[in-house]
């Protein structure tokens, strides 16, 4: 179900770019309707330093600070719709790299229940300040290692990772509830999307595009 909310002090500019940026997600290959409406229902460029506001909805990374990025919306969608294809709902949801949260705040529109975890507690603060901007309160966020998930709130039915390992981390594994899914970039030099699915005879791995995501680095900061 979505869980879709107005968000104020947002211009007429920004509701039009953000309509365009829909639009080029669509042309992109994005289907999932559930997905581009919560892709819209995100004001992206609160998430973004107030410098590069004006290319919040370009489909482009961006530059957080401390050597991190926000997603291009492109990679945010699809990893999104590969985990939600066929189902109706995320169901309890885990984000690894949390970022400037803005993400996070899209899943939130496709569940009630995520949790987020951020190695860097300046990044974690700052996506403490977007979500209560945007008044996003369905979002829980803590300083973690994402290489060891979250054990206190596991099993989750979908786990999303923002960094890429060199190979899939075996704690992400462990947390997967069954019927689960698990999407990473993964790789060092060249990445892929991977898609993992629990499934009653254990574990398969779909290969999807290739990516360029920082590192998933090691302990907290």
Do not use: W
């Not at 979505?2 to 940026?21: C, D, E, F, K, V």
């Not at 699809?78 to 949801?93: C, Y």
């Amino acid at each position: 179900m979505l869980n879709l909310r107005p968000h104020t002090g947002i211009g007429m500019t920004s509701q039009r770019t953000r309509a365009r940026m829909i639009e080029r997600l669509r042309e992109q290959g994005i289907r999932n309707e559930a997905v581009l409406g919560a892709m819209a229902a995100v004001p992206r460029h609160v998430f973004v330093d107030e410098a590069l506001a004006s290319r919040a909805y370009e489909d482009t990374a961006l530059p957080l600070g401390m050597g991190q990025t926000i997603s291009q919306p492109y990679v945010v969608a699809r990893m999104i719709e590969a985990l939600l294809n066929g189902r109706a709902v995320l169901g309890k949801t885990l984000e690894i790299g949390a970022g400037c949260g803005y993400q996070a705040a899209v899943l939130a529109q496709l569940t009630k229940d995520v949790y987020a975890v951020e190695r860097l507690k300046p990044l974690l603060e700052k996506a403490k300040l977007n979500m209560r901007q945007i008044q996003q309160f369905n979002v829980r966020l803590k300083l973690a290692d994402g290489h060891f998930g979250l054990p206190e709130a596991a099993p989750f039915d979908s786990i999303i990772v923002a960094a890429a390992p060199s190979r899939i981390p075996p704690a992400l594994l462990q947390q997967l509830a069954p019927g689960g899914r698990l999407i990473l970039p993964v790789g060092v030099g060249e990445q892929y999307l991977s898609l993992i699915e629990h499934t009653p005879q254990g574990f398969t791995e779909s290969r999807l595009d290739g990516v360029r995501f920082v590192p998933l680095l090691s302990g907290t900061e």
